[in-house]
């Protein structure tokens, strides 16, 4: 039985060496097969130069133009008021609004004109004063002439003995009495000078008075000064008003102002654009001065536009008038002031409503640079990278220098020719010399060339 089970043992064992060494002469080699690598389809963009359209956005708040705060001048009782003044009304140019009673302030200016015809009446008469004694003076005068020469011949016949030493001093005490005479009436004269000094000064201060009584009168009559829209009224008629009080705010209509927050960086970037209007060689040291800011740049050439945020399909058309002396202390932004002509006249309620006080708004400051510049989308930059395929279609790395970021914008100032096929995919891993499968992606060429014109929001 023991040799029986050990034979079958050794019998299986041959079988299966056998089994082996078949299938070991069967067997097929294996296939050779030539190593191919797959290209990666990518998409790209030919590297063009295009004139940018540089912006500086920012948000900020509007405000009127001018503002009228009509204050009392003078104190009363409102007699009238127009049934338009109220809040939110436009009113015309010279359209009467409110009265003070002026009743006090004409017996005033009466009152003036009254003590001005006393006095110019007293100087009249101070004139006929001076003609009369100057026509006494000259009569009194020739008898003080003939009183010397009684005087002169008494003294000869009292030289002689023929006139008595009484009658010869009687003579001369006439003579005194007349001489006593016209230097009285002499003194008068002199005192006419100074007289009619006194009598001016009255008078200029009479009319000091009319003026202000006038000027009065005319401050208890408000009219508008220009077309305006009613901001707050604070008064009703019959109430009683004292001077200093503010009857009413008023806006102008004729132009607003909208002061965004734009940062340094993107306005500096829109002004830097600008041709020097006084220097066109460039040269900031020029004798002009920095006081010629506004006059060396031609602000004029720039396209603002303002928005509301609340109506993002209607926009006005701006100008950038200044920008403010200070960064806001919270963002550390700079301040730009952007007038708008004529908010009211062009609007068109509701599609295009007007710009009204404290609305919210949304400015853009653009200007085209000089020179056409290369740009790429800012996703196809990888670390100061661009990814190109070359004429062999084959992945190269290319170091670039950005010259400045506008949004999704970024624009190539070194590293980049035109011609050049710039990879928009973000390829993991990226390898020099890998084979691509590149598309021109025309959708993205326009949208790029949409966004340079500025015509992306």
């Not at 005319?218 to 503010?246: C, K, M, N, Y």
């Not at 062009?346 to 653009?366: D, E, W």
């Not at 914008?409 to 891993?429: H, N, Q, T, Y």
């Amino acid at each position: 039985m023991h040799r029986r089970r050990k034979l079958i043992l050794i019998l299986t064992l041959i079988a299966g060496i056998v089994f082996v060494i078949v299938m070991v002469k069967l067997r097929q080699p294996p296939e050779r097969m030539t190593e191919q690598l797959t290209a990666t389809p990518v998409r790209f963009l030919d590297a063009r130069p295009l004139t940018v359209h540089t912006e500086a956005r920012g948000f900020g708040q509007v405000l009127p133009a001018r503002t009228w705060q009509a204050v009392a001048s003078v104190g009363g009782r409102i007699v009238w008021k127009n049934p338009d003044l109220e809040s939110g009304r436009l009113i015309p140019e010279g359209t009467r609004l409110l009265q003070i009673d002026p009743t006090r302030y004409k017996l005033a200016e009466a009152s003036a004109k009254a003590d001005i015809a006393g006095v110019e009446a007293e100087l009249r008469q101070l004139d006929q004063e001076k003609q009369n004694t100057e026509e006494l003076l000259k009569l009194e005068s020739r008898r003080l002439t003939l009183a010397r020469r009684e005087l002169e011949r008494a003294r000869v016949l009292a030289d002689r003995g023929a006139l008595s030493e009484t009658r010869l001093d009687e003579q001369q005490r006439a003579t005194l009495q007349q001489q006593q005479a016209v230097q009285s009436l002499r003194n008068q004269l002199n005192l006419i000078p100074a007289k009619r000094d006194i009598l001016r000064a009255r008078l200029a201060r009479s009319e000091s008075t009319l003026a202000n009584a006038r000027e009065d009168l005319e401050d208890t009559r408000f009219e508008a000064p220009w077309d305006l829209r009613i901001h707050r009224s604070d008064i009703e008629t019959r109430q009683q008003v004292s001077p200093g009080q503010t009857l009413f705010v008023a806006d102008s209509i004729t132009g607003a102002e909208a002061t965004v927050q734009l940062e340094i960086s993107e306005l500096r970037n829109v002004l830097s654009q600008i041709p020097d209007a006084l220097d066109p060689a460039g040269d900031n040291d020029a004798a002009t001065g920095f006081t010629d800011f506004h006059r060396r740049l031609s602000l004029d050439t720039l396209t603002i536009w303002v928005q509301p945020t609340n109506v993002p399909d209607s926009r006005w058309e701006g100008k950038l008038s200044r920008v403010t002396g200070s960064l806001d202390p919270t963002t550390r932004t700079v301040q730009a002031v952007i007038t708008v002509d004529e908010p009211y006249r062009k609007a068109n309620p509701p599609s295009r409503p007007p710009l009204i006080r404290n609305m919210f708004v949304q400015a853009t400051i653009s200007a085209p640079t000089p020179e056409p510049v290369l740009i790429v989308p800012a996703s196809a930059i990888h670390q100061g990278v661009i990814y190109l395929a070359d004429d062999s279609d084959h992945l190269k790395r290319q170091p670039v220098s950005i010259g400045w970021e506008q949004g999704e914008l970024a624009v190539i100032s070194d590293g980049l020719e035109p011609g050049d096929r710039v990879i928009l995919d973000d390829l993991v891993p990226a390898m020099a010399g890998m084979p691509l499968n590149p598309r021109y992606d025309e959708q993205t060429a326009q949208w790029l060339q949409e966004m340079a014109r500025g015509e992306q929001p």
